[in-house]
Each structure stands twice: as C-alpha cells, then as structure tokens.
Nanobody, 124 residues
Framework: QVQLVESGGGLVQAGDSLRLSCTTSGLTFSSYAMGWFRQAPGKEREFVAAINWSGSTYYADSVKGQFTISRDNAKNTVYLQMNVLKPEDTAIYYC??????????????????WGQGTQVTVSS
C-alpha cells in the first residue's frame, strides 16, 4: 500500500519559518518525482514546488527565494523549508508522488499519489 504522510504543519506568526516533511512507503522513492501543493480555504489546489529523481527543483513564482524543496532518498522523505512565512501562505499543504518522466510537475495530473495534507496557518 502506497502511503504519503505529511507532518510539520502548525500555527506560526508572519516572518517565522517552518519545515514540512513527507514520508513515503510502498513505493520505490528514488524513482519518483515529488511535489508540494497547497490549498487555501475557498481556493483551488495550487502548485508550490517539486523535485525530480535527479534532484532538479522547480518552484511556483510566488515562493521562489522563500521556500526550498529537498529530498533524502535514504529516508524516503521529501521536505519543504518555508521561510519568512506570510498570512497568504496559510493553506493545507499536500505532498504528492509522480512516477512519470517527461510530465509537467506543476500539473496536478502528473501525480499519482497524494498525502492527506498538513495545515499551515500564518497569523499576522
């Protein structure tokens, strides 16, 4: 059974930092690209960041220079380091796994497995 479990969310104040983790099981982690998406109340899910099997990273324009995605293949884990958080970053954050090469990692349709999400709330 493939499982993705996010952790590390919580309530923080604007300007704070937070690191999210997503641990996986049931898949060959090193063969998958991994992505982070977020969904704010009343809004659609949007792409945040992705990292492929070779370590190349991709970011939404809104988080470039602010968030950093990384992976540890030995631990089957992907991370999202979030710095200088703003209230606009408040959302449920989801990690996802993509088994396909050549697809756009900014597109939801490229991902086959999803975690249940972790809540990040940033107060001003």
């Amino acid at each position: 059974q493939v499982q993705l479990v996010e952790s590390g969310g919580g309530l923080v104040q604007a300007g704070d930092s937070l690191r999210l983790s997503c641990t996986t099981s049931g898949l060959t982690f090193s063969s998958y690209a991994m992505g982070w998406f977020r969904q704010a109340p009343g809004k659609e899910r949007e792409f945040v960041a992705a990292i492929n099997w070779s370590g190349s990273t991709y970011y939404a324009d809104s988080v470039k220079g602010q968030f950093t995605i990384s992976r540890d293949n030995a631990k089957n884990t992907v991370y999202l380091q979030m710095n200088v958080l703003k209230p606009e970053d408040t959302a449920i954050y989801y990690c996802a796994a993509s088994p396909r090469r050549g697809s756009s990692l900014a597109q939801i349709s490229s991902y086959g497995y999803w975690g249940q999400g972790t809540q990040v709330t940033v107060s001003s």
